[in-house]
């Protein structure tokens, strides 16, 4: 609801501005982009028009506000004024309204529960309601003193039905060392399951068990040093973080709990976790896109799985700004140069750099060694979607190629029974390909893997395929390697392009448990 520029967007001379369906931006007014909005907000125009007065705001005094010219919305309890946003956001006057005079959260959380809305709406907050929408009972303090076995994990009656079997945590400790272990009872976890930081003076660790969270999250009660180990045992389900102490004396407790402290919750309630990264290079890959490598803190642990996003989230003009990228591998850059970097301490992005775009510029501009922060990973892709897969169909339009990188990679190395690998790679002109060579210099070498490109706007010098997505173009790249073959199409790039991909793949009869598409 409340959106930024973008999820997904159309380039300015881009075919996606004349394609229909979806959830499509609305071209914006001259003198309503983001920024501008960030302009007014910072401009000391009363913009609630309760010159900087919060009230509580009863449910009927919201739903008397319902009209373009006087709308509040409800998010999470607070109250905001959208009105003056109406002209600026991007989705829309239309899904602006969707949530006039109510309460919104729903309606946002299913659109873009990352946006950060407190932000970009401060200037529009009206107040608190005075009757709490819908509070999750999470952060009830722990009164058992924490040493030893502790009780089960608070998850809610329906949770208590439809979810995992609840998890569990202990610690013990030696002179130097603290170990925490989590039961997950799981026998899928690994080390991308679970993601940990220890900053100011907060340790939190979250496991995540099919659609749910296990968090641990405590104040601990003496200092620990920076860095810790993670260890899995894959077969049990057993999560053991080690921690370093500062001081060889004996805790008497782990320490006190923090919000949502070991309680078990659907990944969509648990709201993003941000650490901030340092950035160490960036290079130029095409004309316009850039491979950035960002620095972990010795502090987290985590690891994005493969077709994974992560949101990125920096401070422009004052406000916070957040945007989704797919961390990619560098295996395709490691026969070109010095593997150096090689510990899970580094994510890449390839992006690119739009220069009427409001985020990727403020990202080019930044300089080594400067801090950007960087989410949890989210995306419905599952490792299990390879299983037993014999052929891998790869569909990518622009920047829509990062997720296949780590596909590609992972695929290739960790799919026995799998003949075939093949990539159709959709750009405007041959300077837009991303790693063209090294994709050629793959496909040489790995006589599973195959690349085509279709190009929108060649040269008269392109021999190569042209055009867009297109029935003809896939009938033909889309030869199963036998004719039962068990396949799996991935498709990712913009909405329209997406969209249009999906409807064509259901023409050729491939099942919908065939396709995967990356959206927001
Ligand atoms: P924006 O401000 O969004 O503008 C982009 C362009 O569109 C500009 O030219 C701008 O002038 C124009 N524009 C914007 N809004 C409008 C409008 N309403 N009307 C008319 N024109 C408009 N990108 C990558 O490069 N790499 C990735 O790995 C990557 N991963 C992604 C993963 C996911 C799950 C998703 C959903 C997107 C991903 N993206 C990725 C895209 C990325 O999130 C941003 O959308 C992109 O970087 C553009 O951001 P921006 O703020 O710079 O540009
Ligand atoms: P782009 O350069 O604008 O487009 C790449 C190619 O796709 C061009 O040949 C383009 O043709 C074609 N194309 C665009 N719209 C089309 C349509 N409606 N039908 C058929 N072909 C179409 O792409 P980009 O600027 O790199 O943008 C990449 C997009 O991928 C962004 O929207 C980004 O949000 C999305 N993305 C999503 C994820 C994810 O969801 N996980 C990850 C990464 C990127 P023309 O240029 O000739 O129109």
Same mark, same amino acid.
């Given at each position: 609801?409340?959106?930024?520029?973008?999820?997904?967007?159309?380039?300015?001379? &881009?075919?996606?501005?004349?394609?229909?369906?979806?959830?499509?931006?609305?071209?914006?007014?001259?003198?309503?982009?983001?920024?501008?909005?960030?302009?007014?907000?910072?401009?000391?125009?009363?913009?609630?028009?309760?010159?900087?007065?919060?009230?509580?705001?009863?449910?009927?005094?919201?739903?008397?506000?319902?009209?373009?010219?006087?709308?509040?919305?409800?998010?999470?309890?607070?109250?905001?004024?959208?009105?003056?946003?109406?002209?600026?956001?991007?989705?829309?006057?239309?899904?602006?309204?969707?949530?006039?005079? &109510?309460?919104?959260?729903?309606?946002?959380?299913?659109?873009?529960?990352?946006?950060?809305?407190?932000?970009?709406?401060?200037?529009?907050?009206?107040?608190?309601?005075?009757?709490?929408?819908?509070?999750?009972?999470?952060?009830?303090?722990?009164?058992?003193?924490?040493?030893?076995?502790?009780?089960?994990?608070?998850?809610?009656?329906?949770?208590?039905?439809?979810?995992?079997?609840?998890?569990?945590?202990?610690?013990?400790?030696?002179? &130097?060392?603290?170990?925490?272990?989590?039961?997950?009872?799981?026998?899928?976890?690994?080390?991308?399951?679970?993601?940990?930081?220890?900053?100011?003076?907060?340790?939190?660790?979250?496991?995540?068990?099919?659609?749910?969270?296990?968090?641990?999250?405590?104040?601990?009660?003496?200092?620990?040093?920076?860095?810790?180990?993670?260890?899995?045992?894959?077969?049990?389900?057993?999560?053991?973080?080690?921690?370093?102490?500062?001081?060889?004396? &004996?805790?008497?407790?782990?320490?006190?709990?923090?919000?949502?402290?070991?309680?078990?919750?659907?990944?969509?309630?648990?709201?993003?976790?941000?650490?901030?990264?340092?950035?160490?290079?960036?290079?130029?890959?095409?004309?316009?896109?850039?491979?950035?490598?960002?620095?972990?803190?010795?502090?987290?642990?985590?690891?994005?799985?493969?077709?994974?996003?992560?949101?990125?989230?920096?401070?422009?003009?004052?406000?916070?700004?957040?945007?989704?990228?797919?961390?990619?591998?560098?295996?395709?850059?490691?026969?070109?140069?010095?593997?150096?970097?090689?510990?899970?301490?580094?994510?890449?992005?390839?992006?690119?750099?739009?220069?009427?775009?409001?985020?990727?510029?403020?990202?080019?501009?930044?300089?080594?060694?400067?801090?950007?922060?960087?989410?949890?990973?989210?995306?419905?892709?599952?490792?299990?979607?390879?299983?037993?897969?014999?052929?891998?169909?790869?569909?990518?339009?622009?920047?829509?190629?990062?997720?296949?990188?780590?596909?590609?990679?992972?695929?290739?190395?960790?799919?026995?029974?799998?003949?075939?690998?093949?990539?159709?790679?959709?750009?405007?002109?041959?300077?837009?390909?991303?790693?063209?060579?090294?994709?050629?210099?793959?496909?040489?070498?790995?006589?599973?893997?195959?690349?085509?490109?279709?190009?929108?706007?060649?040269?008269?010098?392109?021999?190569?395929?042209?055009?867009?997505?297109?029935?003809?173009?896939?009938?033909?790249?889309?030869?199963?390697?036998?004719?039962?073959?068990?396949?799996?199409?991935?498709?990712?790039?913009?909405?329209?392009?997406?969209?249009?991909?999906?409807?064509?793949?259901?023409?050729?009869?491939?099942?919908?448990?065939?396709?995967?598409?990356?959206?927001?």
């Amino acid at each position: 609801m409340l959106n930024v520029p973008s999820q997904s967007f159309p380039a300015p001379s &881009s075919q996606q501005r004349v394609a229909s369906g979806g959830r499509s931006k609305v071209p914006l007014k001259q003198g309503r982009s983001l920024m501008d909005w960030i302009r007014l907000t910072k401009s000391g125009k009363d913009l609630t028009g309760l010159r900087g007065r919060l009230i509580e705001v009863t449910e009927e005094e919201l739903k008397k506000h319902n009209k373009k010219d006087d709308c509040w919305i409800c998010i999470r309890g607070f109250v905001y004024n959208v009105s003056p946003y109406m002209e600026y956001h991007p989705g829309g006057e239309d899904e602006l309204m969707r949530a006039a005079g &109510s309460d919104g959260t729903d309606l946002f959380d299913q659109v873009h529960r990352w946006v950060n809305y407190e932000s970009m709406l401060k200037e529009c907050l009206v107040g608190r309601m005075a009757i709490k929408p819908a509070v999750p009972k999470d952060c009830r303090e722990e009164k058992k003193v924490l040493n030893g076995m502790l009780p089960k994990s608070q998850v809610s009656d329906t949770l208590a039905k439809e979810g995992p079997s609840s998890p569990s945590y202990d610690w013990f400790q030696t002179d &130097s060392l603290v170990t925490i272990v989590i039961y997950t009872k799981q026998k899928d976890i690994n080390l991308d399951s679970v993601i940990v930081d220890h900053q100011d003076d907060s340790f939190r660790a979250e496991t995540i068990i099919k659609d749910y969270s296990y968090i641990i999250h405590m104040g601990l009660s003496r200092e620990i040093q920076e860095d810790f180990s993670v260890r899995v045992v894959e077969n049990v389900g057993k999560i053991e973080i080690v921690l370093k102490k500062k001081e060889n004396t &004996s805790w008497k407790r782990l320490g006190h709990p923090l919000e949502n402290h070991n309680l078990l919750i659907p990944k969509k309630d648990t709201g993003l976790y941000y650490r901030k990264c340092q950035l160490i290079s960036k290079e130029g890959v095409t004309h316009d896109t850039k491979l950035f490598c960002l620095m972990l803190p010795a502090s987290t642990h985590l690891q994005v799985p493969v077709g994974q996003h992560v949101y990125l989230k920096l401070t422009i003009t004052g406000t916070e700004i957040v945007k989704p990228y797919t961390p990619v591998s560098d295996f395709l850059l490691s026969e070109f140069k010095e593997p150096v970097l090689l510990n899970n301490k580094y994510i890449y992005f390839l992006i690119k750099i739009y220069p009427a775009g409001l985020f990727t510029p403020e990202l080019d501009h930044l300089h080594i060694g400067d801090f950007v922060s960087v989410s949890n990973p989210e995306g419905n892709f599952k490792i299990s979607q390879f299983r037993e897969l014999e052929d891998l169909f790869l569909l990518a339009a622009g920047t829509g190629f990062t997720p296949m990188v780590k596909i590609l990679n992972y695929a290739l190395t960790n799919i026995p029974g799998l003949r075939k690998v093949k990539l159709m790679f959709f750009n405007k002109t041959e300077d837009d390909i991303i790693w063209r060579s090294q994709l050629e210099k793959l496909a040489f070498k790995d006589k599973r893997f195959d690349v085509e490109f279709v190009l929108s706007a060649p040269t008269s010098e392109w021999n190569g395929k042209r055009g867009y997505i297109s029935p003809a173009l896939l009938s033909q790249f889309l030869k199963r390697s036998l004719d039962n073959s068990r396949v799996l199409i991935c498709i990712c790039g913009p909405t329209p392009f997406t969209e249009q991909g999906i409807r064509l793949l259901h023409d050729l009869n491939f099942s919908k448990d065939e396709i995967h598409s990356f959206t927001a």
